[in-house]
């Protein structure tokens, strides 16, 4: 499974962006994809998680209320919007995929992943 993260840029702060990541190859709704976010001279930290029918979903308590994550099935993409960013949402953010044995499974740890994009940054100006 390859991941194609794009949508980061610069924005102001209150302002929005749309992330997207197109997955290809061996893709199907049993893969579970979460985004994640490292921030300069920190460690990478968990975002957003969705399970593979779509129906569940977990936040980061930061971005809970601002960040929404969805996928399309049919295109093989994953969404994370967000709204009303911050200074501190600055950082390249990633997103990841893996399978598993259940549709409904979300997974919040990024040990947990086998795939990776290769990151897109997001600056966010105050």
């Known amino acids: 499974v390859q991941l194609q993260a794009s949508g980061g840029g610069l924005v102001q702060a209150g302002g929005s962006l749309r992330l997207s990541c197109a997955a290809s190859?061996?893709?199907?709704?049993?893969?579970?994809m979460g985004w994640f976010r490292q921030a300069p001279g920190k460690e990478r930290m968990f975002v957003a998680a969705?399970?593979?029918?779509?129906?569940?979903?977990r936040y980061e308590d930061s971005v809970r209320g601002r960040f929404t994550i969805s996928r399309d099935n049919a295109k093989n993409t994953v969404y994370l919007q967000m709204n009303d960013l911050k200074p501190e949402d600055t950082a390249v953010y990633y997103c990841?995929?893996?399978?598993?044995?259940?549709?409904?499974?979300?997974?919040?740890?990024?040990?947990?992943?086998?795939?990776w994009g290769q990151g897109t940054l997001v600056t966010v100006s105050s």
């Open positions: 190859g061996r893709t199907s709704s049993h893969y579970a």
């Open positions: 969705v399970t593979g029918s779509a129906d569940v979903t």
């Open positions: 990841a995929a893996s399978f598993t044995s259940s549709t409904r499974v979300v997974i919040t740890d990024a040990r947990r992943y086998k795939y």
